[in-house]
């Protein structure tokens, strides 16, 4: 049995901030067609299929259920994460180390503009005894967190700010992306207030997409692709629910996470042998909260290496050089799917204007959002 497994193929629709013109299965149809004449693969050729649902987000039971035609999966081994996309990515990369299979597909989609109530879906989320019930907005939960974060590591509110600035340039520049603008620090120190202090520009907007990729183990992987990207790492955490137990300056979740994905890759200093990240920045501080957890920065240094423009693409370590969530869109259990497909195509080659230089390995980082603290990491290199 191989101990190596790599992505061979991968295919997106990009992401759009609402898709009228599209359904749930011509997205998903989309993604999966482009991904197998990537990997020169047809759907016969595949073991097993996860799918990545929640129900809840789709708004219909058993969402899953709007993948195996599209796939191709039909009569053939499929089933759904509820959770993120990394999280389906861990599930089918143990399947092929376990030698259940020699090639795996992951589904995860978007459709988040069909939500008529996204705030009262989201919020429904919380507990239902102690929290649910004040009725407050996941805003005003990242709002507390956020300063939190602020008074525990001397973080400005403008270092904050500028990685508004960074993700929405960058993402100018990513024809993959949905919310690309150029924007300066005052624009977005000025914008409306949602829950002190974090403002509309703190907060990423939502986009539909999709994303499917192909997994397969080493000897198929190199018979298959001539740029396979090898997982070298991943790991998922959860932390408390309660918001009564939780620690609200540091995301444990994700330190926890990449503790067990640098462990599986042998890496022990993530910020000289790992070469750009794409982490979650659901809102904007979660970008610096994320690059402490993970040890790529020490605490309280996420904002004055962002300040200095450390974390631009031209910078020291580049974070977020697709946009990230703020630029590209909150894609909800699909983020995970984005931060991959963007490490994948970076460690290719294949990001044009906002492609790195001599990248070998690159990380890839999700959150699952208020009011969670589950989180998900892959190290992936060429």
Same mark, same amino acid.
């Given at each position: 049995?191989?101990?190596?497994?790599? &992505?061979?193929?991968?295919?997106?629709?990009?992401?759009?901030?609402?898709?009228?013109?599209?359904?749930?299965?011509?997205?998903?149809?989309?993604?999966?067609?482009?991904?197998?004449?990537?990997?020169?693969?047809?759907?016969?050729?595949? +073991?097993?299929?996860?799918?990545?649902?929640?129900?809840?987000?789709?708004?219909?039971?058993?969402?899953?259920?709007?993948?195996?035609?599209?796939?191709?999966?039909?009569?053939?081994?499929?089933?759904?994460?509820?959770?993120?996309?990394?999280?389906?990515?861990?599930?089918?990369?143990?399947?092929?180390?376990?030698? &259940?299979?020699?090639?795996?597909?992951?589904?995860?989609?978007?459709?988040?503009?069909?939500?008529?109530?996204?705030?009262?879906?989201?919020?429904?989320?919380?507990?239902?005894?102690?929290?649910?019930?004040?009725?407050?907005?996941?805003?005003?939960?990242?709002?507390?967190?956020?300063? /939190?974060?602020?008074?525990?590591?001397?973080?400005? /509110? *403008?270092?904050?700010?500028?990685?508004?600035?960074?993700?929405? /340039?960058?993402?100018?520049?990513?024809?993959?992306?949905?919310?690309?603008?150029?924007?300066?620090?005052?624009?977005?120190?000025?914008?409306?207030?949602?829950?002190?202090?974090?403002?509309?520009?703190?907060?990423?907007?939502?986009?539909?997409?999709?994303?499917?990729?192909?997994?397969?183990?080493?000897?198929?992987?190199?018979?298959?692709?001539?740029?396979?990207?090898?997982?070298?790492?991943?790991?998922?955490?959860? +932390?408390?629910?309660?918001?009564?137990?939780?620690?609200?300056?540091?995301?444990?979740?994700?330190?926890?996470?990449?503790?067990?994905?640098?462990?599986?890759?042998?890496?022990?200093?993530? /910020?000289?042998?790992?070469?750009?990240?794409?982490?979650? +920045?659901?809102?904007?501080?979660?970008?610096?909260?994320?690059?402490?957890?993970?040890?790529?920065?020490?605490?309280?240094?996420?904002?004055?290496?962002?300040?200095?423009?450390?974390?631009?693409?031209?910078?020291?370590?580049?974070?977020?050089?697709?946009?990230?969530?703020?630029?590209?869109?909150?894609?909800?259990?699909?983020?995970?799917?984005?931060?991959?497909? *963007?490490?994948?195509?970076?460690?290719?080659?294949?990001?044009?204007?906002?492609?790195?230089?001599?990248?070998?390995?690159?990380?890839?980082?999700?959150?699952?959002?208020?009011?969670?603290?589950?989180?998900?990491?892959?190290?992936?290199?060429?």
């Amino acid at each position: 049995m191989s101990k190596r497994v790599a &992505i061979v193929g991968i295919g997106t629709t990009g992401f759009r901030a609402t898709t009228p013109d599209v359904s749930y299965r011509e997205l998903t149809y989309e993604a999966a067609t482009k991904a197998y004449l990537e990997a020169g693969i047809e759907p016969k050729d595949v +073991d097993a299929f996860v799918a990545t649902s929640e129900d809840f987000l789709e708004g219909y039971s058993i969402a899953d259920e709007y993948c195996p035609d599209q796939l191709g999966a039909v009569l053939k081994p499929i089933y759904s994460i509820t959770g993120d996309v990394i999280h389906s990515l861990a599930s089918a990369y143990m399947m092929i180390l376990s030698g &259940i299979g020699n090639i795996m597909v992951v589904q995860g989609l978007s459709k988040a503009s069909n939500m008529l109530t996204l705030s009262d879906m989201v919020t429904f989320a919380m507990d239902p005894i102690y929290n649910r019930p004040l009725k407050e907005s996941p805003h005003a939960v990242a709002g507390m967190e956020m300063a /939190r974060y602020m008074y525990e590591t001397g973080t400005t /509110r *403008e270092q904050i700010a500028k990685v508004v600035v960074k993700n929405k /340039r960058n993402a100018l520049t990513n024809d993959l992306a949905a919310h690309g603008v150029l924007i300066d620090l005052d624009y977005v120190l000025n914008s409306e207030v949602v829950s002190y202090p974090l403002t509309q520009m703190d907060i990423s907007p939502h986009s539909d997409g999709a994303v499917v990729m192909v997994l397969a183990e080493e000897e198929t992987a190199k018979a298959l692709s001539k740029k396979p990207i090898w997982i070298r790492g991943i790991g998922w955490c959860s +932390d408390t629910p309660g918001l009564e137990t939780r620690n609200w300056g540091e995301a444990i979740y994700a330190q926890m996470a990449a503790d067990m994905a640098y462990k599986m890759a042998g890496i022990r200093y993530p /910020r000289k042998e790992i070469n750009f990240a794409e982490i979650n +920045d659901e809102f904007s501080y979660k970008e610096l909260q994320h690059l402490e957890a993970m040890r790529i920065c020490k605490k309280g240094e996420a904002g004055p290496l962002t300040e200095i423009g450390g974390t631009e693409i031209g910078g020291e370590f580049p974070v977020n050089p697709s946009g990230g969530c703020l630029g590209v869109g909150n894609l909800f259990e699909l983020n995970g799917g984005h931060t991959v497909l *963007e490490v994948v195509r970076q460690l290719r080659g294949e990001t044009g204007k906002n492609q790195l230089k001599n990248v070998t390995t690159g990380l890839a980082q999700s959150w699952r959002g208020v009011p969670t603290t589950t989180g998900t990491v892959a190290i992936l290199s060429n």
